[in-house]
């Protein structure tokens, strides 16, 4: 090779390796649609439906924090899926809808607000409906499944018998 095309064969592999560089860099993520990300808590709400609790727990993140009203936090995927179960098993829950008020998204992290209407049986046998007002940060795993990270929910109002 003569001394003059160093310079030249330099700048090329400078220019291919710059070039490469930002082939590797991540695409910027566009945002999530409010489709996406509500329809982690519809799952939720559906498993919630069918009793089943693994499947409510599925839809949080391993180390998901929830935070029920006037009770401790619960962490961790196996506490809430107990935490759930205890629910199902003793709260008389008949079932439920959610309403989505507001989503958004920044990259991996989002967020949905909303309400739900959750119908439990009281101690009369009578259904009442717990009216309650849900915040929700959600973050895409790497398969780029949503998932519930934080999940802290009130009531609206007392029960009203249906």
């Not at 209407?117 to 259904?127: E, N, S, V, Y």
């Not at 009216?131 to 029960?159: C, F, S």
């Amino acid at each position: 090779m003569k001394t003059h095309q160093v310079p030249q064969m330099l700048a090329v592999v400078t220019a291919l390796f710059i070039l490469a560089s930002g082939c590797s860099s991540p695409a910027k993520e566009k945002p999530a649609t409010a489709e996406e990300l509500s329809q982690v808590n519809r799952d939720f709400v559906k498993a919630l439906n069918a009793k089943d609790a693994a499947a409510a727990a599925n839809c949080y993140a391993e180390d998901a924090v929830i935070l029920p009203p006037g009770q401790p936090n619960v962490t961790g995927h196996e506490a809430i899926q107990k935490y759930w179960q205890g629910f199902l098993d003793g709260a008389g829950y008949v079932d439920g809808t959610v309403s989505t008020i507001a989503t958004g998204s920044n990259g991996d992290l989002g967020y949905e607000i909303g309400t739900a209407d959750l119908h439990l049986k009281g101690p009369d046998g009578k259904i009442v409906t717990e009216k309650i007002k849900y915040t929700i940060v959600l973050k895409r795993n790497a398969e780029g499944k949503w998932l519930q990270t934080y999940d802290m929910w009130n009531p609206v109002a007392e029960p009203t018998a249906k």
